[in-house]
């Protein structure tokens, strides 16, 4: 039964009231507002409205929107990894973590239930940390979550794996902790008609347990003076304040911060915030931010594998059949389903018409001659085609094709032709 007026009456129950609570549920009608990020330090909102003519600023730098039905996945920007498609609800939360987190540029990372990563690679575009470990149990979550690691050129390390399991290695060991938890999903109601026609109340109770865990689980790998990031798209307060008062009482050394003042409207007892369509131009979520008390030593040393020879001015390691460039790795990964160690050095498939991985070409620092591409060049090359050109000073040599500094993929000048490496997968279909 598709969840009712009445059921977000009782879900919101001390959140809202009154005519806020009317305005919500007017925005239920209304279509979603859409949205993408960028690093505001890379590219300016006036070259993407140049690409994007639809798109609007808002409020926060770094974070643009546009109309409902606009499609951002076939541009250049995209391609390029100069912006991300995600809800603004969602960014404000990765936004409030950076601003935790200034001062801590050499911070480590969990990103727990990180699939498809919109909240990691919205951290990346506003701070820098030492370590990134985007993990999340699904195999076919945890394939699409590297995918768009990789196009957003993070430096990143993508696992594969339970998130409890990292207590074996890592306790104590991560400077923030994002918990993106699984939920019932009902805060994606207007977004997903799906969410709303399966939503129930067994849902909400069968997520609760789940949650428990997974926030007990964080605890154990937070640093004190750490922090926990935790949210989730449901409007149940079994999911949202009442999982943190009970994680509280569990974990006498932690303390929720204050909510946010950006729009959104705060937790039932003041227990973290709510965004809520109508009052805000986004999606529902709930969010809490957790400081585990007290001051843990300088950062331990990370377990090192075995370096190599260096093929460029960066060392590499091996690991599962490839070498890797990622100064913060910690060899202790390697015991949890890494499918990204970090920047892949070789394209190891059978036939390969470049030597390197198509990932490296986002590693800074590389010494390839960079090819600045035009737009109508840049789109054909992110379809996948050649590019008749002029190639003097590119023949014969692999270079680094680029959209706005962004790169795209390596490429080699043939003769007038530049030959364009950009793998099938990744190509942009009409």
């Not at 009154?18 to 919500?24: A, N």
């Not at 951290?123 to 195999?139: E, G, I, M, R, Y």
């Not at 109508?376 to 040599?397: A, C, H, N, P, S």
């Amino acid at each position: 039964m598709p969840i009712t007026d009445k059921d977000y009456e009782e879900m919101l129950s001390g959140v809202v009231s009154g005519l806020d609570f009317q305005t919500f549920l007017s925005s239920l009608d209304r279509d979603p507002v859409k949205g993408a990020c960028f690093d505001s330090e890379r590219i300016s909102f006036a070259d993407i409205k140049a690409e994007i003519p639809e798109a609007s600023e808002t409020e926060d730098d770094g974070y643009f929107e546009y109309p409902y039905g606009t499609v951002t996945g076939n541009k250049p920007l995209y391609a390029a990894g100069a912006i991300y498609p995600m809800d603004h609800s969602a960014y404000k939360v990765a936004k409030h973590l950076a601003m935790l987190l200034k001062g801590k540029e050499q911070a480590r990372i969990l990103d727990m239930c990180a699939a498809p990563g919109g909240k990691s690679i919205a951290l990346c575009s506003l701070l820098t940390p030492a370590l990134l470990v985007a993990n999340d149990l699904s195999a076919k979550r945890a394939g699409i979550l590297k995918t768009n690691m990789e196009r957003a050129g993070l430096l990143a390390v993508v696992t594969n794996s339970d998130p409890k399991d990292f207590a074996v290695d890592f306790q104590g060991y991560f400077d923030a902790v994002i918990l993106d938890a699984p939920c019932s999903g009902s805060g994606m109601s207007r977004k997903k008609e799906k969410m709303a026609d399966d939503w129930t109340k067994d849902k909400v109770l069968a997520c609760v347990p789940i949650q428990r865990a997974l926030l007990d689980a964080a605890y154990g790998l937070l640093r004190k003076g750490g922090i926990l990031s935790y949210s989730t798209c449901s409007y149940s307060r079994q999911e949202d304040e009442d999982q943190i008062s009970d994680f509280l009482k569990r974990h006498k050394d932690c303390k929720a911060m204050r909510p946010c003042k950006d729009g959104c409207v705060a937790g039932i007892d003041n227990l973290g915030e709510r965004y809520l369509p109508g009052l805000f131009d986004g999606e529902g979520q709930y969010s809490c931010f957790i400081v585990k008390l007290g001051r843990s030593p300088v950062n331990e040393p990370i377990a090192s594998l075995p370096v190599k020879a260096a093929e460029f001015a960066f060392p590499s390691f091996s690991l599962n059949g490839n070498d890797w460039v990622n100064p913060g790795f910690d060899a202790r990964l390697a015991r949890h389903g890494v499918i990204r160690a970090g920047y892949a050095l070789l394209d190891k498939e059978q036939y390969a018409k470049c030597p390197y991985d198509w990932d490296l070409c986002h590693c800074p620092s590389l010494p390839f001659k960079r090819l600045e591409l035009t737009l109508d060049q840049v789109l054909k090359f992110i379809r996948g085609e050649d590019i008749r050109m002029d190639t003097k000073g590119y023949d014969g040599i692999i270079a680094i094709a680029t959209f706005k500094g962004f790169p795209l993929a390596f490429c080699r000048g043939v003769r007038g032709r530049l030959r364009n490496f950009l793998p099938k997968g990744l190509r942009v279909k009409d």
